[in-house]
Structures are given as structure tokens and as C-alpha cells.
């Protein structure tokens, strides 16, 4: 069915460009409860992501039993651990002191993988790039990420992570792929820069550094 499109005037271009300004990783969060019918509201928009051969591969673990949730915490240390031993000298120093996950507080937890036996799409796409589907997976998480911040949430995506003892421990089938791990939840404070950058680790680079012509 053809409909017209509507129009994204200024003001919404302006809003949009603040919205992608304010989407922040997120790691400090209030223990206030999330209502379900928002968190049901939100996987809805998720899921007008783009996907390969119309795929639609992510599965999605709500990760709630105190037991599970300490099996990812304890991962997370043992990972973390092995991460700061890497570095030396004054970045390692800094690397402690940051703060790098919000398993403590976050009141959602969401395990997000890629179904890669997923029949759905019938390869479409994919027989010469099958990653697609885990990039279609985080296409999919981009979304839900942006979905969030313009209800006030604040979301944080954990990589500090062992992927297959992740899987494991949540006991998903083998062929569900670990993409991301996140947190979500009411921010503890708002901020328009990114932790890294507020912290001294990384500042962003402008567009041109990694644009090239050919």
C-alpha cells in the first residue's frame, strides 16, 4: 500500500540531532523498577529495525533470576580482570577506575543474541556476508537503544564479557550467537558526552578521520 510520507520538518531534525547527542552509554543506574508494558513498548519499535533478507535473527533473554544474574557478574570480573592486567603503566591506573558496567543496579537485563539456523529470510543476503545477520542483530539494538533515551532510559552495552560461558550460563541453544549484553534502566545523572570521554580515556574523533574517497 502506498501512503505519503510524512514530513520530518526542522524542529524534528533538530530534536533527532539531540537525541543521538543524549544516546549514551549508560552504566550508573537508579534501582527504580521499569514497567513491563514499557519495556514491551520499546522491543515493539525495536523491531521496525532493518534486517537482512528481512531475518529479523535477534532473540532476546530477559535475564532475571539472581542466580543467572551472578553467573554474568562473576564473568564479568573474571573478564575485567584479565582486561586491566593488559594494560600498564598510567592506563592502567585509569582502566580501575572506570566504571564499566551496570550489573549492580540496572533493573533490566537483556541478553541479546543472533539466531543463526534462523530459516526466516531464506538466505536472502547472506550467502556471500552471513555476518549480516549479527549485524543485523545490532541494528536492532541501535534502535532499541534510541527508543529508550526518548522515554528516558538509559541503556548500557556490556562487551567486558566471556560470549560462550555467557551462553552457558543461560542456558540458550547453540546456535543463538552472544551479540550483546545490556543494561537498562532511569540514568543516575544525564550526560550529552560519552564516560570515556569525560574520564580521560578516548575523545572522539571528527567525521573526516575516517571518511575516505576513492
Same mark, same amino acid.
Given at each position: 500500500?502506498?501512503?505519503?510520507?510524512?514530513?520530518?520538518?526542522?524542529?524534528?531534525?533538530?530534536?533527532?540531532?539531540?537525541?543521538?547527542?543524549?544516546?549514551?552509554?549508560?552504566?550508573?543506574?537508579?534501582? =527504580?523498577?521499569?514497567?513491563?508494558?514499557?519495556?514491551?513498548?520499546?522491543?515493539?519499535?525495536?523491531?521496525?529495525?532493518? @534486517?537482512?533478507?528481512?531475518?529479523?535473527?535477534?532473540?532476546?533473554? @530477559?535475564?532475571?533470576?539472581?542466580?543467572?544474574?551472578?553467573?554474568?557478574?562473576?564473568?564479568?570480573?573474571?573478564?575485567?580482570?584479565?582486561?586491566?592486567?593488559?594494560?600498564?603503566?598510567?592506563?592502567?591506573?585509569?582502566?580501575?577506575?572506570? !566504571?564499566?558496567?551496570?550489573? =549492580?543496579?540496572?533493573?533490566?537485563?537483556?541478553?541479546?543474541?543472533? =539466531?543463526?539456523?534462523?530459516?526466516?529470510?531464506?538466505?536472502?543476503?547472506?550467502?556471500?556476508?552471513?555476518?549480516?545477520?549479527?549485524? @543485523?542483530?545490532?541494528?536492532?539494538?541501535?534502535?532499541?537503544?534510541?527508543?529508550?533515551?526518548?522515554?528516558?532510559?538509559?541503556?548500557?552495552?556490556?562487551?567486558?564479557?566471556?560470549?560462550?560461558?555467557?551462553?552457558?550460563?543461560?542456558?540458550?541453544?547453540?546456535?543463538? !550467537?552472544?551479540?550483546?549484553?545490556?543494561?537498562?534502566?532511569?540514568?543516575?545523572?544525564?550526560?550529552? =558526552?560519552?564516560?570515556?570521554?569525560?574520564?580521560?580515556?578516548?575523545?572522539?574523533?571528527?567525521?573526516?578521520?575516517?571518511?575516505?574517497?576513492?
Amino acid at each position: 500500500m502506498t501512503r505519503e510520507p510524512p514530513a520530518f520538518d526542522a524542529a524534528f531534525r533538530d530534536k533527532l540531532a539531540l537525541l543521538l547527542a543524549w544516546r549514551r552509554d549508560v552504566r550508573r543506574f537508579r534501582p =527504580d523498577p521499569v514497567a513491563q508494558a514499557l519495556i514491551d513498548e520499546l522491543l515493539d519499535l525495536a523491531q521496525l529495525a532493518p @534486517s537482512v533478507g528481512n531475518s529479523q535473527p535477534w532473540r532476546i533473554v @530477559s535475564v532475571e533470576s539472581p542466580q543467572k544474574r551472578a553467573a554474568i557478574r562473576a564473568n564479568f570480573e573474571r573478564c575485567n580482570a584479565d582486561a586491566l592486567a593488559a594494560q600498564c603503566g598510567e592506563r592502567a591506573a585509569l582502566y580501575a577506575r572506570l !566504571k564499566l558496567a551496570g550489573l =549492580d543496579a540496572a533493573p533490566v537485563q537483556l541478553a541479546v543474541f543472533c =539466531d543463526r539456523s534462523t530459516t526466516q529470510g531464506h538466505g536472502l543476503g547472506m550467502r556471500t556476508m552471513p555476518e549480516m545477520l549479527d549485524y @543485523s542483530v545490532v541494528g536492532m539494538i541501535a534502535s532499541l537503544w534510541l527508543a529508550a533515551r526518548a522515554a528516558g532510559l538509559g541503556l548500557g552495552w556490556i562487551s567486558i564479557l566471556d560470549p560462550a560461558a555467557a551462553a552457558r550460563d543461560l542456558g540458550t541453544p547453540a546456535e543463538y !550467537k552472544l551479540i550483546a549484553y545490556l543494561c537498562l534502566g532511569w540514568p543516575v545523572e544525564e550526560h550529552d =558526552d560519552p564516560e570515556l570521554v569525560r574520564h580521560g580515556w578516548q575523545n572522539r574523533t571528527a567525521a573526516g578521520r575516517r571518511t575516505m574517497i576513492v
